[in-house]
């Protein structure tokens, strides 16, 4: 081979060289760009449901796998009430995973600080990928907050080959950090927003509250064909308590008397106080006679007992409910009608009750 014939042999070499190191270029710029749409579409999530279907539906489209999910340690029960609050119970979400404990669901969890990458085993990855029927292999994606594991984003592929421990993670933990930052923050802005909702003196829901839930469960009842029962609550001869013992008195009496509702209601119920000593309860799917049973239990439940007042003494407190209920029907668009004029007709019946004597419920007259 003459000199030219090296020289060019050699120049092809180095052009071939440089074309695959182009393609590897671009190929890399294509995942960078990828992964900074993906955390890009986490950060713009504008609430704790949005970030949720973010981080399942919207990774498994595009990372392109078989199935996604979710595992988030919520000990305190935060999580579940906001999605509550919000409208969606954590139940709503198919692959969403909200426990009290990660401790047992996976051994990886002992000490899950990188993504962890491998062979799928259902005796291993069942508890927290209940829906992954068909998966080879997983990426566990650590999610932590100040050096303690909350969960992980659990990406599952029927290609063995898919996730390895011979692949490189580090989009994967960096994704994993956004994640954990994202997820920190929707809940401290939906605290914010639910502080907006909350009667500061029971800690119930306040009106402006229910003015927004009543309206999502008339939605729901008619989408469901369903009932919706209003309770009106209100305390019998409360301004005596203020003019007698003073406002510091009634507002235990208050306190007291949300603790005693609370403890009769369903978790599924919708309680707030709607102004002064009255208090709304939701009951969402219930029929009257099944209204009629839970407030009589919470009319006996404030009479139980005398609540003691800071002043040392004891007053013995008794209430009046009114009862109303709608069934929505598919042509009732104005729900914010249908819902004034529930509380409206429950108010009625309240009014009934105190007419009557005081201290007993009325279901409104058909």
Not at 279 to 303: C, Q, Y
Request: glycine share 6%.
């Amino acid at each position: 081979m003459t000199s030219t014939e090296e020289f060019e042999a050699q120049l092809e070499a180095t052009r071939r060289q440089l074309e695959a190191l182009t393609a590897e270029v671009a190929r890399n710029d294509e995942i960078m760009r990828r992964a900074q749409m993906r955390e890009l579409r986490l950060l713009q999530a504008e609430n704790l449901d949005g970030l949720i279907r973010a981080l399942i539906d919207g990774l498994r489209v595009s990372y392109g796998v078989d199935y996604v999910s979710l595992v988030v340690c919520d000990p305190d029960h935060d999580i579940r009430h906001l999605l509550l609050a919000n409208g969606t119970p954590a139940e709503e979400f198919r692959d969403l995973q909200v426990v009290e404990s990660i401790a047992g669901l996976a051994p990886q969890y002992i000490a899950l600080q990188q993504p962890w990458l491998g062979s799928f085993a259902a005796c291993d990855h069942q508890l927290i990928c209940p829906g992954a029927e068909h998966a080879k292999s997983i990426a566990m994606i650590p999610l932590s907050h100040r050096g303690k594991l909350l969960g992980s984003i659990n990406l599952c592929s029927c290609d063995p080959m898919r996730f390895t421990r011979v692949h490189a993670s580090d989009f994967l933990a960096h994704m994993g950090v956004i994640a954990s930052f994202c997820i920190e923050n929707v809940i401290n802005r939906a605290r914010l927003l639910r502080s907006g909702f909350t009667d500061v003196l029971t800690g119930w829901h306040n009106r402006r509250y229910l003015t927004v839930r009543i309206g999502e469960e008339l939605a729901r009842a008619r989408r469901d064909r369903t009932r919706l029962v209003c309770l009106m609550l209100d305390v019998d001869h409360f301004k005596q308590v203020n003019d007698t013992w003073g406002h510091a008195a009634g507002d235990v009496v208050l306190q007291e008397l949300a603790q005693r509702i609370e403890s009769q209601v369903r978790a599924s119920d919708v309680a707030a106080r709607y102004g002064g000593e009255e208090f709304v309860v939701l009951l969402p799917g219930t029929d009257v006679a099944s209204a009629l049973k839970l407030a009589e239990r919470i009319r006996m439940a404030i009479a139980s007992s005398p609540i003691g007042l800071p002043c040392g003494e004891e007053v013995i407190i008794t209430a009046s409910i009114g009862i109303a209920e709608v069934s929505p029907g598919p042509n009732d668009k104005d729900l914010k009608t249908l819902g004034d004029s529930l509380i409206a007709r429950a108010d009625v019946a309240l009014y009934a009750a105190k007419s009557a004597g005081r201290d007993q419920v009325v279901v409104e007259a058909a």
